[in-house]
């Protein structure tokens, strides 16, 4: 496989997870971001804990997550702990963003 079909192939495998994230993320409440994975869940823990000689890591855990990881064969994922020592970011996700209008078109009325 040459250089320029690998990019192409990670391109469109590139998509179609963006594709699937824009379909999945109105089903999820919460958006956790750390420093190798990227995560949609309804259910999120975060607990800053410290080692015995005082460094600071922070462990999540999440119930039914989605998972951004274009080499991953199934992303969605019944229990999820992370342990990381570097920031975590939690989200809650707001829902009036997806919100669609039930009837008429998009735009002003007259």
């Keep these: 496989m040459s250089s320029e079909e690998?990019?192409?192939?990670?391109a469109e495998m590139e998509l179609q997870?963006?594709?699937e994230y824009r379909d999945v993320i109105g089903l999820f409440s919460y958006v956790v971001e750390t420093e190798r994975r990227f995560y949609l869940t309804n259910?999120?823990?975060?607990?800053?804990?410290?080692?015995?000689?005082g460094e600071m890591y922070f462990e999540v855990t999440m119930e039914d997550a989605w998972v951004w990881d274009m080499y991953r064969p199934a992303r969605f994922v019944r229990n999820v702990r992370v342990v990381t020592f570097k920031d975590v970011n939690v989200e809650e996700i707001t829902k009036t963003d997806f919100d669609v209008p039930a009837t008429g078109s998009p735009g002003p009325s007259t």
């Design 6 to 10: 690998l990019e192409k192939y990670e």
């Design 17 to 19: 997870l963006y594709r």
């Design 43 to 53: 259910q999120v823990d975060l607990q800053s804990r410290s080692t015995d000689n």
